[in-house]
């Protein structure tokens, strides 16, 4: 039913992707609504990760009835999946729940406050310092109810607050190597300075006349 809210709960430990919970609330693509964002991923074969996702079917029957008529995008814990090196989607083997905190309260017509942060010691996260993805991570949170004429009903799931359990520093740069490893006897780039490669040249010149002079 429209209206319909949980309880709040707190997630297992899961694993954080794509965090965008501190500082100002962003438009996660072009033309999106600013908010605070995180995705979270569970192994499906975890206890506790099995335990959520029953708890999660319990608030769908309790919003919207026994045999719900769920839409495609209904269920907030549902199989992961990214693009694979052709730009075709893949399943993971993990569940993602994507939890969101919108700047604009728009059944209040209030501005949200950003989520709660707090490191393993319940001390406040630093803005400065970005979780990065493969981080560990507890969510507080709640899911609220919806219903779209000739879709179906499905819920979402709003973040309170979240605790940093490991921690993985986001970097911007990508490693010079991008990941690949020395190929032997590989090509090499040329050089483009004049000065290295004038000197290059010379190199390769006195080797060349060193061979001339040998006597064998």
């Known amino acids: 039913m429209a209206g319909y809210r949980s309880e709040i709960i707190y997630t297992p430990p899961m694993m954080a ?3 965008k919970v501190l500082g100002k609330a962003q438009a996660r693509s072009e033309g999106d609504e600013p908010m605070w964002s995180i995705d979270l991923l569970g192994d499906p074969n975890d206890e506790e990760i099995e335990k959520l996702r029953t708890k999660i079917r319990g608030f769908m029957v309790e919003a919207h009835g026994a045999k719900p008529k769920v839409s495609a995008n209904g269920m907030p814990l549902k199989r992961h999946e990214e693009k694979n090196d052709h730009g075709e989607k893949e399943p993971t083997g993990m569940l993602v729940l994507k939890a969101k905190r919108k700047l604009i ?3 209040q017509g209030l501005e949200n406050a950003g989520p709660t942060v707090l490191d393993s010691q319940c001390n406040k996260w630093p803005e400065a310092e970005l979780i990065g993805n493969g981080s560990t991570v507890i969510a507080k949170i709640h899911f609220w109810g919806w219903s779209r004429a000739g879709e179906g009903v499905g819920l979402s799931c709003e973040l309170h607050a ?4 490991k921690h993985v ?7 010079a190597d991008a990941g ?3 190929v032997p006897g590989g090509a090499v780039a040329p050089i483009t300075d004049p000065e290295a490669a004038e000197f290059s040249q ?13 006597p064998f």
């Open 169 to 175: 520093p986001y970097s911007r740069e990508q490693p």
């Open 202 to 214: 010379q190199l390769t010149a006195a080797a060349q006349a060193a061979e001339e002079e040998l």
């Open 105 to 107: 309260n728009k059944a």
């Open 17 to 19: 992707n794509w965090a």
């Open 162 to 165: 979240l605790q940093v359990v």
């Open 180 to 182: 690949f490893g020395v």
